[in-house]
């Protein structure tokens, strides 16, 4: 909740799989992978059609101001280019800081908890055997 990134931006990271992902400069052999939306499409368009691709005629799509402007401050997840990762299919709502790592604590507690009882039961059941 508090990434100064426009609401659209993280609700559509909620909506999103790792399937809305693209792979861009790859023909420039600086790959970066972004979120797959009109820009990321006419990007892969350009860097598609046959003979060498020069940043030049990627530049104006890709532009850092135009993806910091348009998309992160005025929210229009179309217009400008944002880097997002596969990680982003994992992610299922918007909580605040002290809500992620109450609940990253609470998980690791009961995964260890957990793991810590199967490794009580393992010995035991060891000791039974010999």
Not at 6 to 11: L, S
């Given at each position: 909740?508090?990434?100064?990134?426009?609401?659209?931006?993280?609700?559509?990271?909620?909506?999103?799989?790792?399937?809305?992902?693209?792979?861009?400069?790859?023909?420039?052999?600086?790959?970066?992978?972004?979120?797959?939306?009109?820009?990321a499409r006419e990007v892969l368009d350009i860097e598609g059609r046959p003979g060498d691709t020069d940043f030049s005629d990627l530049q104006p799509l890709v532009a850092g101001k135009r993806?910091?402007?348009?998309?992160?401050?005025?929210?229009?997840?179309?217009?400008?280019?944002?880097?997002?990762?596969?990680?982003?299919?994992?992610?299922?709502?918007?909580?605040s800081c002290a809500e992620l790592i109450e609940r990253m604590v609470n998980d690791a507690e009961a995964i260890i908890g957990q793991r810590l009882a199967n490794m009580l039961v393992d010995d035991d059941a060891a000791q039974q055997r010999a």
């Open positions: 909740k508090e990434a100064p990134v426009h609401e659209n931006v993280k609700q559509k990271m909620v909506e999103s799989s790792e399937l809305d992902t693209a792979l861009i400069f790859r023909t420039l052999k600086n790959t970066a992978r972004i979120y797959k939306n009109a820009i993806g910091r402007e348009n998309v992160l401050e005025k929210g229009d997840t179309d217009d400008g280019v944002w880097t997002a990762g596969l990680v982003m299919g994992l992610i299922n709502d918007i909580p």
